[in-house]
């Protein structure tokens, strides 16, 4: 992962047109999925599965914990569909109540002894992602720093440019102003560059 990777990134701008035809196919198929087509609700969940395991994977402090977290997000969706209206995409409403069950279970979690105190959210992120895609490698390395941001940058960045979620979007998944995601995330980015940059200048010495 470079820094030049990154700031390309930042100059892509808005969702291309055919991210936004995917979100609305999706959207689609939950409202689909509200009369019983059994088929849409395939779609739906196929569609957004492993957006949600990314996230939750961000989110919780237990790797273990991810696939009943993802379970438990679509558990809830699905039966709320019929309380769904396709105002917002199905990708942010979805990704709200993944919010919503992970609060829960660390709720839950309070309430007991818990084994281990050692987050690895990172791990469990890398297993939910395609290892035989190019540019995995600069995946994890992108994940490794984003392990040193704080939570709230993190989620911000990984909302909008690992999924791709509008900022709207993102800031009605995290219950917070759409101004504050773009603060978040633009402190995140050059956080971000400025550790890209103290990993090159080793390489740069050495050449």
């Given amino acids: 992962m470079t820094s030049s990777a990154l700031t390309t990134s930042r100059t892509k701008g808005p969702r291309s047109d055919t991210s936004a035809a995917v979100d609305e196919s999706i959207t689609a198929w939950a409202l689909a999925a509200r009369g019983g087509d059994r088929d849409a ?24 914990a991810v696939d009943d977290l993802a379970q438990d997000t679509f558990l809830r969706a699905l039966g709320s569909l019929h309380r ?10 979805l990704l709200s109540i993944a919010r919503r069950a992970v609060i829960d279970s660390y709720r839950y979690a309070a309430a007991r002894p818990r084994l281990s105190d050692v987050p690895d959210w990172q791990l469990a992120v890398e297993r939910a992602q395609p290892c035989d895609l190019p540019g995995f490698d600069d995946g994890v390395v ?66």
Avoid: N
């Avoid at 395939?42 to 402090?61: I, K, P, S, T």
């Avoid at 769904?84 to 409403?93: I, K, L, M, T, V």
């Avoid at 993190?154 to 979620?165: D, K, M, N, P, V």
């Fill in 41 to 64: 609700i395939e779609r739906f969940v196929g569609a957004l599965h492993r957006d949600v395991q990314r996230y939750v994977a961000h989110l919780c402090g237990d790797p273990q």
């Fill in 84 to 93: 769904f209206e396709g105002r917002s995409s199905a990708r942010a409403w």
């Fill in 142 to 207: 992108l994940l490794d720093l984003l392990a040193s941001l704080p939570e709230d940058r993190r989620e911000a960045f990984i909302l909008t440019q690992l999924l791709g979620l509008p900022y709207a979007e993102v800031a009605e998944a995290s219950d917070c102003p759409i101004g504050t995601v773009r603060s978040r995330v633009a402190r995140a980015r050059a956080t971000l560059m400025d550790l890209l940059g103290e990993a090159d200048k080793p390489t740069a010495l050495a050449a």
